[in-house]
Every structure is written in C-alpha cells, then in structure tokens.
C-alpha cells in the first residue's frame, strides 16, 4: 500500500535543481561566465594609452614640419617653440618652387617609382611563382644565390654600375635610376615564400590538365591569388624608390632631371640653411606617400594579416 506522503509529493523539478546548483555562492552562472570572458577581451585602459601615445609621437614630428612650414626661419629660434601654424605656408610653397624646379622633380620621382613598382611586383611574382610551384634543375641554388645577394652592400656596386651607366650613355637620364631597381631580390624571396602556402598545387596541375599554358596559369590563376602580397611588395618598393638619394645624386646632375630627394638636398644648400624653406619641400614630398597609404593602407594590412595566417 502507497503511503499517502509520498504519492501526493510532486515530482522533483529537474530545472530548479540544476538552476540552485549553479546559482551557489562562489560559482558563477553561464551567463555570467560570458560577461566576464567578454571583458577580459576588451581592450582595456592601458592599450588605448599606448595607441594614443604611439600616435602622438608618431604623428608629431609631421605635424611640427607644417608648423614650421607655415613661418619663417625665425620660428625655430623662438622660446618656447611655436606650436601653432603660422601664415607664410603659401609664400613658402611659392618659394620651393622658385628655388629649384620642384614639380618637374616630383614628376621625375613619380615616374621612376611607378616604372620601378610595376616592374618589381610583376618580376618578383613571376620569378616567385617558378622557385615556389615548377620544380627544374638547381632551383634551390638559384634561390640561395637571390638571396645571398641582399648581404651585398649597395655601396660595393656603385662604381661598376656608374661605368656601366656610362658605356649605355644613361647618365644623367631617368633610365640610369629605374634599370637597377626593376628587380628585387627581396621581393622574389617575399613573393617565393607566399606563394609556397597561398597557391594550392592541386590548382596548377588542373589548369594544365585543362590545356591552360605557363603564362595562362601565371597570369589567370597566379596574379590573383598572389594580389595580397604584391600590394604589400609595391606599397614597399614605391617607398623605398621615392626615398631613395644615393643612387640618383651620382647618376643625375642636371636640375631637369632631379629627383625630389635630390631637390630636396639643393633646398638645403647654401651657407645658412633655411629651415622652413626645407621642411617646407618636405611637406610636400610627403604628400603623395601620404595618398598611396590612403588609398593601398587596408589592402596592405589585409595582405600582411594574410601572410601572417598562411605562414
């Protein structure tokens, strides 16, 4: 016979019990669990300061150059500093270009850098995608002398490179600067190395299968997979082809055929140097680098996050 108690309890509710056991002091529920992970990945006070302070001297040294850009000499002089843009950027600017001939210089840089990144990116992923997916004799030597080439001063090259400027008659020509840059043994090594995860070799052998040639698959199926890298190739060759002085000091010589670096070093000649005339001119050698980060700067942090991943 069923006791009357225990027929008439009702059953145990499964919910409420699993519910007071994670409600217990000390043992946080599910959703409190989620809360204190999602805090723990926000940044916290400390980055933001770092970010602030990074951007801060950063971006102080260029924005100090435009103050000084927009005074006179004199301003460098003045205790404490001027921290504020001043009134002569216009008359300053139109003197840059009276002092030496400015614009043709930024045009010669532009074309010497544009000529010298095309020729770079496409050379380099070319050269990368034989040492990464075609397999022929001496592969890996030919990749170790690439390589071995960047331990090479650049100093140790200028004179027989000067001598062979002159026995093709290049000197003082915009050709003399862009021949040495149009290919680069770190961007074969660069473009080599992504290519060997980004590109499956699965890909290529069925192109070929299909009747796809060498430069077909180079071209449709290479080139695309390759983008991410050769736009962080060509932001850095461009970079490192504007800044470049060197070179184009010893090859050019007349004023025509300057480049803005060049330029650059005539604004600063002369027996007492004139300051805001020179930072002035670099105000305005910086501005298309400043364009080219505007325009390629997500593309270039998407292809190094890819790069990363991949490698």
Known sequence: MTRPDLADAPAP??????AGRTALPGRPTHRARARMRALREQPGRLTYLTLVAVLFFSGFPLYYSFVVASRDNSALAQVPPPVLPGSNLVSNVERVFATVPFGTALWNSAVVSVSVTASVVFFSTLAGFAFAKLEFKGAKVLLLAVVATMMVPVQLGVIPLFMLMIELEWTDTLWAVIAPGLVSAFGVFFMTQYLRGALPGSLIESARMDGASTFRIFWQIVMPAARPAAVVLGVLTFLTSWNDYFWPLIVLSSPEQQTVQVA??????????????????????????LAVFALLGKYMISGIMQGAVKG
Do not use: I
Request: glycine fraction near 10%; aromatic fraction near 6%; charged fraction near 10%.
């Open 13 to 18: 509710d499964t919910d409420s019990r699993w």
């Open 264 to 289: 650059l070093s005539t604004l600063s000649g002369g027996y007492v140097t004139d300051q805001a005339l020179v930072l002035t001119g670099t105000m305005l050698a910086t501005l298309p680098l």
